[in-house]
Structure formats: C-alpha cells, structure tokens
C-alpha cells in the first residue's frame, strides 16, 4: 500500500510558530505530527510514501530522508506554487496504480489505517468525524453509507484522512484543485464516495492553543 501525505501548506494559522518551522514539524508530545503520522501509516501496512513540499520543505526533507528511519520508502513531490490538496495529488499521479491513502501530516490521530479499504465498485472512501466548534456545521453528509454533500442533518467534518482511486485524478499536472470541491465531490454525485465515522482520538490542530493543550494533555498522562 501507497500513502500520499499532504505536507505543502503555509500553515498561516500557526504563525508565528510557522514563521521557521514548517507546520508538519510542529512537535505535539514530543514528536512531530508528520513523524508520529509516518509511523502509523507503517502500522498501518503502507510501505511507500510520497510527500508534497512547498513551504520550509527542505526542512521536511532534511528530517525525514529517504524514509530508511521509520522503515518506508519516502519520496518527495515539489511544489514551486501550491497546487492545493487535489493539484498535490494530482502532480504526482503517476506514482500510483492502485487506490492509496491520503491523509493530511498535520492532524493527530490514532486511527489504524490497516482497516482503510476501497470497495471495488466505488472511487473514493473518507473518514469522518464528529463537529467541533470550529467547524460546528461539518463539510458533509453520510447516508446509508456514502459521502453526500452537506445535508440539514446529520453532517460530519471531514478528517483528511481517505483512500483514493488513481481514476479520480486527470486533470493538467500544473492547476490549482481542491480535493473534496474539484474530485470527491461530482464523484459523490455519482454514489461513488464511501465514507464511515471514525469517534476515536482525532485532533485537527489550527491555533497555537489547540496545540499548546493537545502538548499539555498528553504530557499528564
């Protein structure tokens, strides 16, 4: 199993701890969240990971190598201008023949991702989660099983976490796509986005706060 890691973004919420430190390498429990987010995706069977870079991503680099260290193979996608979630993927689609997993290297979570399958007959499979007050009305809806856009009730924040067909992907290499906006989305149009609600221990981290009491709450344990 392959594993594409969104690492390209600015991390401006963060600033200034984003000033010199690329928001991947923020340390929460003293590790960074894109290290503790490698080693789960190698618990989870994956063997090869493609990283996107833009901001500090030397910094990425330097750290994580070739991947020997954490027991994958890593490789890294350069992005001169952010291409977004969709575009990073998309610029690197060639790496993949099969269905892999997308997750975002700043979100903290311990979802096994052995479980993460594609069914056959679909395109995409997302995991969700609870609303928190920063996103208290969700991204979408889940029904009888399948993502759909956001319904009255019964909506869910989108985690970051997916597994993906390489069919989605074929657009230009060099533009500008969201994920759920651009490719999920008119697939889920369609009935072929599953998707599940994960309830386990799942942090996105947007504010200094958040990581400052995320760093906090694991130190008293």
């Known amino acids: 199993m392959k594993a594409f890691l969104l690492a390209a973004g600015k ?6 701890l984003t000033k010199e430190t690329p928001k ?3 340390k929460v429990g003293g590790i960074s969240l894109i290290e503790r987010n490698l080693y789960n995706l190698k618990k989870g069977n994956v063997l090869e990971v ?3 870079i833009h901001h500090l991503g030397e910094k990425i680099i330097n750290l994580l190598g070739d991947g020997s260290k954490y027991g994958l193979k890593i490789s890294y996608s350069i992005e001169g201008q ?3 979630t969709g575009g990073g993927i998309q610029k690197s689609i060639h790496e993949f023949a099969d269905p892999f997993i997308v997750l975002s290297s700043d979100i903290w979570t311990d979802f096994d991702f052995s479980g993460l399958k594609l069914k056959r007959n679909l395109l995409a499979h997302m995991v969700l989660v609870p609303n928190t007050s920063s996103n208290p009305e969700g991204d979408v809806s889940l029904i009888n099983g399948l993502v759909k856009e956001k319904q009255p009730s019964k909506h869910y924040t989108f985690s970051g976490i997916s597994i993906v067909s390489p069919k989605l992907f074929n657009y230009p290499n060099d533009r500008e796509l969201g994920l ?6 008119p697939a889920s149009e369609k009935g072929l986005v599953s998707g599940e609600l994960y309830k386990g221990k799942f942090e996105n981290l947007n504010t200094i706060d958040d990581i400052e009491r995320l760093d906090a709450s694991l130190s008293a344990e």
């Not at 991390?11 to 200034?16: D, E, N, Q, S, T």
């Open 50 to 52: 493609i990283i996107n």
């Open 82 to 84: 952010l291409l977004g």
């Open 180 to 185: 759920w906006s651009e490719i999920l989305k």
């Open 11 to 16: 991390g401006k919420r963060l600033l200034p």
């Open 24 to 26: 991947p390498l923020v």
